[in-house]
Structures are given as structure tokens and as C-alpha cells.
């Protein structure tokens, strides 16, 4: 008789390996091994992490350990640690029996509470580009505004810009909350649902063109006589979805400029995966959108004391295998999570990895700008450091957010 294996025995599932973030409480560095005290901010769990051990080679990589990230906070200093109430991306973890975790990474996102503050977004970070008229590079982060961006102290959520998203009650309203948003300086992305259907545009604006003409354009364009049918009589359902750009730090940038494939490059690949496209027979880089940590802080005040904001440090809350990669601005705008609506996300497998590495031709391993999907309007080529202020929001509410487009969804 021909035997053939078969899974008999009763097997526990066994979890996989979770990234999250981890605000700091104390750290134990004389313990074996030693370990960081701290609060899981997705649970509010209290819980302790210790660094499992790695093979040499793999070893050679690991930057942070537990008795440098106790070390004295240096504020400004390439090398500092990361004191109680600062922010920890802990990478590749797995719970023990005890309820610790034993981690493979330890990143430091925020050194201290004042430092800055970490976003949990879909968002996508660009390439490394150089502006050719003035020789500067840049990398940028669009991010799609959510619900958590309400609870940010009031200096990041003036900067950041965030506003509601909201259901228009009709063709005026929609065009005028369009025209609010882009003056204010705020991207503003279109979703609209009609029966068991739903999709989403974003507002496009040239330099050369004011809100209102952008506006005018994307109505003329994309609102068609049944949409507008369909919104006086309550079949089609159109909700404005805010997105946000911030710029990517100076000393931040410089690390993606020269990142190893192993490290920075790969998070870089991870939100530009290059998928084959067999009508161009050629490989084209892909703006992947996807939950992500977004560290930002705020410049140093200038001169009349205002500030700006930038993004020094980004990571994945899970591996790239688990995640729903969403493709491009418009597609990330179309999954938006809101109080309105959440549609469960598409599995997008060619825009991981494991698929991209081994569709698309070896011999193209960059990034082409001209290739981004349905890459915003063009953004100004500042040094992030050196962004100009937001400008003060329009006078509709109490602050930004708490204007008339926060109206109970």
C-alpha cells in the first residue's frame, strides 16, 4: 500500500511575527537579556521586548541595541537614545508564553516625547528625485487623512492640515468644499458610490491654475449628467476625502539617497515596486500606497517664529507578504477608511515583493519619476526644513477639523 503524508496531529496555529509601536516606560539593561519596558499604542498593552539573537551576518546589520537605545537623549545628535515616552518601531516580534515579545529590530521614531509625534496612515513615500533647475533633491509623503489624525496636538494637525472627510448634499456643495479645500492647501480626493459600486478621482492642480479653475476643470471632466442625477436624488453617494503632502527631512532624505538594498532601499522598493507591464514589454514603477508609521516633527521656528513640518523616519506595521498595497493616489482615496464607509481592501499581489522581483526584468532595478502612477501635482522643490508655514485655515470653525465639513458622519 502506497503511504502519503497527511497532517494528523492536533497542531497549535502558531503567530506570525507582528511589527508595532512601542512608547517607551523604562528600560532593564543589567537583565539577561536585557530589555525595554513599555505600552503598545494600537492595544495600550503593558509589556516588555527583548532582541532574540541573530546569525553573524545578520548580526553585522542590526544598528540599535538595547543598551544604546538607553542611552542619554541628545537632542539634535545623529546618535542619541530613546528616553521614557518616546516612540519604538519594534519589527519582526513574537510573544512569548509570559506576554513579552522578542523582537528582531528596535527603531528608534521618536527619541522623546517632544520630539515629534508618529502617524499610522496610508500613505506612500516617493523616490529620491533632484529637481534639475536647482540641483536639490527631495522625497515626499502623500498620506490620506483618517480618523487618529484628530488626536494630534494642535501645532501638527495646523501643520498637517487635517480636515474631516465628508459627504456632500449636493453639486454645489461639492464644488464649493472642493474650492475650501485646495485654497486651504489641502489635497482633496473625490469617492463616490452609486448602488453596490464604488470609486474614487483626486482633484488635480497645476501651478498655473487657481482653486477655482482646478475645481471647475475636475467638475467639467469628471461629474457627468448622471452623477449629478444621481446626487439630487440620493442614488449616488459622493463623499471628499482630504490627503496630505509633507516632505522628507534632509538628514532623513540623505539616508534613502544612499540606502543599502537590505535596509532603507528595500522600504523605498516596498512603497515603488516596479510590476511588469506586458503592453510596454518594460517594467514601471508603481506608487504603492499602504498603512504605514510616519514619524514627523516640526522645523525649527524662523526668524518671525513659524514652522514647518517634515517626516524624519517611516516603517510597515506589518510584512510586506500581509499587507493590501492599494495602487496609486486615486485607488488609495477609493479604500479610504471613513466613519461614511470602509470597504474591505483588494490583496493587490502584484504589487508585492515577492511578485514585483520576479515580473520585472532584472536588468531595471531604478526608480523612474516619469513612470509614478498618478503622481499629484507637481510639489515645490523646498528643502523640507525650510517649507513656508501652512497658511492660517479658512475662518469656518473653532480649528482646523472642527470646521463645517466635520458634520457627523
Known amino acids: 500500500m502506497k503511504m502519503e503524508k497527511a497532517s494528523l496531529f492536533n497542531r497549535p496555529a502558531s ?25 503598545r499604542l494600537d492595544t495600550g498593552e503593558e509589556t516588555r521586548v527583548t532582541l532574540r ?28 537614545g530613546t528616553g521614557v515616552g518616546g516612540t519604538l518601531m ?30 499610522d496612515v496610508v500613505a506612500h513615500v516617493s523616490p529620491v528625485k533632484t529637481n534639475e533647475a536647482t540641483g536639490k533633491a527631495w522625497s515626499r509623503v502623500n498620506l490620506v487623512q483618517n480618523a487618529s489624525l484628530q488626536n494630534l496636538p494642535d501645532a501638527y494637525r495646523e501643520q498637517l492640515k487635517i480636515v ?25 480626493g473625490v469617492r463616490l458610490r452609486m448602488g453596490s459600486s464604488f470609486d ?39 463623499e471628499v476625502i482630504p490627503y496630505s503632502t509633507v516632505f522628507v527631512g534632509k538628514k532623513f532624505r540623505e539616508n ?12 523605498l522598493s516596498r512603497s515603488n515596486p516596479q510590476v511588469y507591464d506586458p503592453e510596454r514589454e518594460r517594467a514601471r514603477t508603481v506608487a504603492a500606497y499602504q498603512r504605514m508609521f510616519i514619524a514627523v516633527r516640526l522645523s525649527d521656528p524662523n526668524e518671525a517664529g513659524e514652522r514647518g513640518i517634515y517626516v524624519s523616519n517611516f516603517g510597515f506595521p506589518n510584512s510586506a507578504r500581509a499587507s493590501k498595497p492599494l495602487e496609486g493616489l486615486s485607488e488609495a482615496i477609493a479604500y479610504a477608511n471613513t ?17 514585483a522581483a520576479a515580473t520585472a526584468p532584472e536588468e531595471d532595478g531604478s526608480f523612474d519619476a516619469a513612470d509614478l502612477t498618478e503622481a499629484p501635482a507637481e510639489a515645490a522643490q523646498a528643502a523640507p526644513e525650510e517649507v513656508a508655514p ?13 470646521r463645517r465639513f466635520s458634520r457627523g458622519l
Request: hydrophobic share 35%.
Open 90 to 119: 519594534v519589527e519582526q516580534a513574537f510573544a512569548q508564553p509570559d506576554g513579552s515579545y522578542t523582537a528582531r529590530w528596535l527603531t528608534a521614531m521618536t527619541h522623546s516625547p517632544e520630539e515629534g509625534v508618529v502617524l
Open 15 to 39: 503567530a506570525g511575527a507582528e511589527n508595532f509601536l512601542l512608547e517607551v516606560t523604562g528600560y532593564d539593561t543589567k537583565a539577561n537579556p536585557p530589555c525595554v519596558f513599555g505600552k
Open 256 to 267: 534613502l539617497e544612499k540606502a543599502e538594498p537590505a535596509t532603507w532601499g528595500a522600504r
Open 200 to 238: 474614487a478621482v483626486y482633484v488635480s492642480q497645476a501651478r498655473d491654475r487657481s482653486p477655482q479653475e482646478s475645481v471647475a476643470q475636475f467638475m467639467g471632466t469628471y461629474i457627468t449628467d448622471s452623477i449629478r442625477q444621481g446626487i439630487a436624488d440620493g442614488s449616488c453617494v459622493v
Open 53 to 80: 539573537k541573530l546569525k553573524a551576518a545578520e548580526a553585522e546589520k542590526r544598528t540599535n541595541s538595547i543598551e544604546k537605545l538607553s542611552g542619554p537623549v541628545k537632542p539634535g545628535m545623529t546618535t542619541t
Open 339 to 355: 466613519p461614511a464607509f470602509a470597504p474591505q481592501l483588494p490583496d493587490n499581489d502584484h504589487l508585492k515583493p515577492e511578485y
Open 390 to 402: 501652512s497658511a492660517p485655515p479658512p475662518q469656518r470653525g473653532a480649528k482646523p477639523g472642527a
Open 164 to 188: 474631516d472627510p465628508f459627504v456632500v448634499e449636493d453639486e454645489n456643495d461639492l464644488q464649493a468644499g472642493l474650492e475650501e479645500l485646495l485654497e486651504y492647501g489641502v489635497g482633496a
